[in-house]
């Protein structure tokens, strides 16, 4: 029983792989030119709790993390530089290069993890 457990837990976790890579790929193929960087893992201490906006100060999920919440007419100013981030609201956000939620932005999807983007983030709010 435990065998077949283990070999249950293997082969969906080979399989969500196998599906994040795909979909990664397709949107760099498909996304526009100033789109984040790839969806990803993050690295080491990455997980973001439901319910919370994660930011890390350097990109790719390295440096120190903050948490961050959200309620759909919230416009969040980062207490600190983030550079690469995870949305585990729930629903989709939008991530801005200047406070007060100003300036170039991207939707971050629900469940989706961006480990560098073209600009540093200084806000975030619901999309």
Request: charged share 10%; hydrophobic share 35%.
């Amino acid at each position: 029983m435990k065998k077949r457990f283990l070999l249950g837990l293997v082969t969906a976790t080979v399989a969500a792989s196998a599906m994040a890579t795909g979909a990664a790929a397709t949107a760099n193929a498909t996304g526009p030119r100033n789109s984040p960087a790839p969806a990803m893992t993050p690295a080491g201490d990455g997980a973001c709790d439901l319910g919370y906006v994660c930011g890390w100060q350097n990109p790719f999920f390295e440096g120190p993390r903050n948490l961050y919440t959200t309620t759909p007419t919230d416009c969040v100013n980062t207490a600190a530089v983030v550079q690469s981030i995870t949305n585990a609201t729930g629903r989709p956000l939008r991530v801005w290069s200047d406070s007060n939620c100003t300036g170039a932005s991207d939707v971050v999807d629900p469940n989706q993890s961006v480990g560098n983007f073209s600009y540093t983030i200084y806000s975030v709010s619901n999309a």
